[in-house]
């Protein structure tokens, strides 16, 4: 029997992160070894035009059974997203230096997509690694929904089965202090943590994916 196939898409560096945790978890579980599952690790460019383009190619390339894209973000703890809606806003630019204000991802699209990861068993089996984890109801405006709404929309019109989800993990202690200023009061969260996130997050997909190949009585 065929191993199922996990893409993890983790976004490189921006604006607000020169190295960002995301692109770094990514190749990180690419090299491990899983029992389970195969996991395809890469780096999605922070890039608001070119990025349907991109996932698209990814999802045609490797036809994964699961998609789970990884961002950072200011949450105190690893976030298992469950909406991604359409829309972008945000004056932080992107790659390009772009910029959007109220500008949907899809010009008459859905206003959201549910995402079909097993959220709540993936944010138990964080917990249990002694992470700290929640579901979240909102993914923001930048690039991290785009990519939990697009994602979705593009399996929808392949006809496809793909899972579909997002996780946000937290800055880096690291990059919090390259930050200008004084009394910087962010959260923070080490690599090592984010990345055990990661790892629990597989399995519990893997372990949803096989449940669901099983044959029913």
Same mark, same amino acid.
């Given at each position: 029997m065929?191993k199922?196939?996990?893409?993890?898409a983790?976004?490189?560096?921006?604006?607000?992160?020169d190295?960002?945790?995301?692109?770094?978890i #990514?190749?990180?579980?690419?090299a491990?070894?899983?029992?389970? !599952?195969? $996991?395809?690790g890469l780096?999605?460019?922070?890039?608001?035009?070119?990025? #349907?383009?991109e996932?698209? =190619?990814?999802l045609?390339?490797h036809a994964p059974?699961?998609?789970i894209?990884?961002? $950072?973000?200011?949450a105190p703890?690893?976030?298992?997203e469950?909406?991604? &809606?359409?829309? =972008? +806003?945000? +004056?932080?630019p +992107?790659v390009?230096?772009?910029t959007m @204000?109220r500008?949907?991802i /899809?010009?008459?699209?859905?206003?959201?997509?549910?995402?079909?990861?097993?959220? @709540?068993?993936i944010?138990?089996?964080? =917990?249990? @690694?002694? /992470?700290?984890?929640a579901?979240?109801?909102h993914?923001g405006?930048h690039l !991290?929904?785009?990519?939990l709404y697009t994602?979705a929309?593009?399996?929808?019109m392949r006809?496809?089965?793909?899972?579909n989800?997002?996780i946000?993990?937290?800055?880096?202690p690291?990059?919090i202090?390259?930050?200008q200023?004084r009394? &910087?009061r962010?959260?923070?969260m080490?690599l090592q943590?984010s990345?055990?996130?990661? @790892?629990?997050? &597989?399995?519990?997909?893997? =372990?949803?994916?096989?449940?669901?190949a099983q044959?029913?009585?």
């Amino acid at each position: 029997m065929m191993k199922p196939k996990i893409l993890l898409a983790g976004y490189g560096s921006w604006a607000k992160a020169d190295t960002n945790p995301a692109q770094a978890i #990514a190749l990180e579980m690419n090299a491990r070894h899983w029992d389970a !599952c195969e $996991v395809i690790g890469l780096e999605m460019p922070v890039a608001t035009e070119a990025l #349907a383009e991109e996932i698209g =190619r990814l999802l045609d390339l490797h036809a994964p059974a699961a998609w789970i894209g990884i961002g $950072v973000s200011p949450a105190p703890v690893v976030q298992a997203e469950m909406v991604g &809606i359409n829309w =972008r +806003d945000f +004056d932080v630019p +992107d790659v390009t230096g772009a910029t959007m @204000a109220r500008t949907q991802i /899809v010009e008459g699209g859905p206003a959201a997509y549910d995402a079909t990861l097993p959220n @709540a068993e993936i944010v138990a089996a964080i =917990r249990s @690694a002694g /992470v700290p984890a929640a579901l979240s109801f909102h993914a923001g405006t930048h690039l !991290c929904n785009q990519m939990l709404y697009t994602a979705a929309r593009l399996i929808e019109m392949r006809g496809l089965s793909t899972l579909n989800g997002f996780i946000h993990v937290p800055q880096t202690p690291e990059n919090i202090l390259l930050e200008q200023g004084r009394n &910087i009061r962010k959260p923070s969260m080490s690599l090592q943590m984010s990345s055990e996130a990661l @790892a629990r997050t &597989i399995e519990a997909t893997a =372990r949803a994916l096989r449940e669901r190949a099983q044959p029913s009585a």
